[in-house]
């Protein structure tokens, strides 16, 4: 995983330019419509409980296309039952660039790089290897299945540098 365990506390609310430029990004499924589940927190029914969904949920069919949202390079690929991330089925992680021209900082540190994840595919693309380049619109997999889930979505989420969720930082006795 991208954590870092160089974690600070927020003193102010962080800055963040839009890493989404429309001209170079693009969705990560045809209907981006289509959310079963946005961002934040939710009732989880599978667990009768509250928790905090840090990704968008996408539905569609099995083998529904999904597309990297930007130019980028590989930095993970996990096959289901392998790999860290407990429940996410086959998974991509696109590690990527903000421009220069986009000046972005969280927790008073400039921000270089963020990373787009794609949970629960049914396939990975072939030739996806970490270090491989990635460009925006290039199929990463598609909808699928794998993991800890009860319905065929990807769950799309982005991370900014290596920072990681609110509830690593809680665990870890740095809760703001």
């Given at each position: 995983d991208v954590c870092s365990s160089d974690l600070t506390l927020v003193t102010r609310p962080p800055t963040v330019a839009s890493l989404f430029d429309p001209a170079t990004s693009s969705s990560p499924v045809p209907t981006p419509a289509q959310i079963s589940s946005p961002f934040g927190p939710r009732w989880k029914h599978s667990k009768q409980e509250y928790d905090m969904h840090r990704g968008i949920d996408f539905y569609d069919d099995v083998g529904a296309a999904i597309t990297a949202v930007a130019a980028g390079t590989v930095f993970q690929?996990?096959?289901?039952?392998?790999?860290?991330?407990?429940?996410?089925?086959?998974?991509?992680?696109?590690?990527?660039?903000?421009?220069?021209?986009?000046?972005a900082t969280f927790h008073d540190r400039t921000v270089k790089k963020w990373f787009s994840y794609y949970l629960h595919l049914d396939t990975i693309a072939s030739g996806l290897a970490v270090g491989a380049p990635v460009t925006s619109g290039q199929d990463v997999g598609t909808m699928g299945q794998t993991g800890t889930t009860t319905f065929t979505h990807l769950h799309f989420e982005t991370r900014l540098e290596g920072y990681c969720s609110h509830e690593y930082q809680f665990a870890n006795g740095r809760d703001p």
């Open positions: 690929v996990h096959t289901e039952g392998g790999g860290s991330f407990s429940g996410g089925g086959n998974t991509v992680v696109v590690e990527l660039a903000v421009s220069s021209a986009s000046t």
